[in-house]
Each structure stands twice: as C-alpha cells, then as structure tokens.
C-alpha cells in the first residue's frame, strides 16, 4: 500500500498562485492512477484533476481547468498541482488521492488511498 502526504497549502490573495506537493511512500507511484480532490466547508469533496500513471493524459475539473496543472514526477514518487489564478472559491482543503484504476477515474470511490489534506485559503 501507498502513502501520502501533501504540501504546499497556505493562505493567498485571490489572483495568486500555489504549488501543492504529493509524496508517496510505501509503494512506486508509477503504479498509481494520481488524483486531486477537494473539500470547501459544508461542501462534498470535489473531483479536481487526475492524471494516468504515464502522465500521458490528463483530466481537469472545468472550474479550474486553464488556471490549475497536474503533473507528476515519477523518479521523485512526487504529484504536483500547480494553482494559478487563484479565486476564493477555490478554498478547501486540498487531498491527492491513488487508484488502481485501469484508466483516468474522477470519482472518489475509485481511489483506495488519500493524504490528509492540506489547506488552501484565498482571501479577496
């Protein structure tokens, strides 16, 4: 099994930007269909991006699709969400997620394994 922990949250100004890290342990992430999530208060949790194990394809909310990039780094065991363009309604708390997937999955149920979170606030 793989474990996870995220990075990079923080509080910034709406406009602003954020790079939030994953780094897995346990298990190559390489085998790992790659997932970011959300959750704002009083809200579900929010599919955000996904990426295959390759990186050859890619996936994206349309709320945050041309102002956020999902990469990874396969050598690093390391995911990436870079978040431009910030707005307030992008704050949550922001999880990465793992699956085994055979292909790109969106849903949470589809992912066996989470971080716990981290903070992203965008003041206005």
């Known amino acids: 099994q793989v474990q996870l922990v995220e990075s990079g949250g923080g509080l910034v100004q709406a406009g602003g930007s954020l790079r939030l890290s994953c780094a897995a342990s346990g298990r190559t992430l390489s085998s790992y269909v790659m997932g970011w999530f959300r959750q704002a208060p009083g809200k579900e949790r929010e599919f955000v991006a996904a990426i295959t194990r390759s990186g050859g394809n890619i996936y994206y909310a349309d709320s945050v699709k041309g102002r956020f990039t999902i990469s990874r780094d396969n050598a690093k065991n390391t995911v990436y969400l870079q978040a431009n363009s910030l707005k307030p309604e992008d704050t949550a708390v922001y999880y990465c997620?793992?699956?085994?997937?055979?292909?790109?999955?969106?849903?949470?149920?589809?992912?066996?394994?989470w971080g716990q979170g981290t903070q992203v606030t965008v003041s206005s």
């Open positions: 997620a793992a699956s085994r997937s055979v292909g790109y999955c969106s849903g949470d149920g589809c992912y066996a394994y």
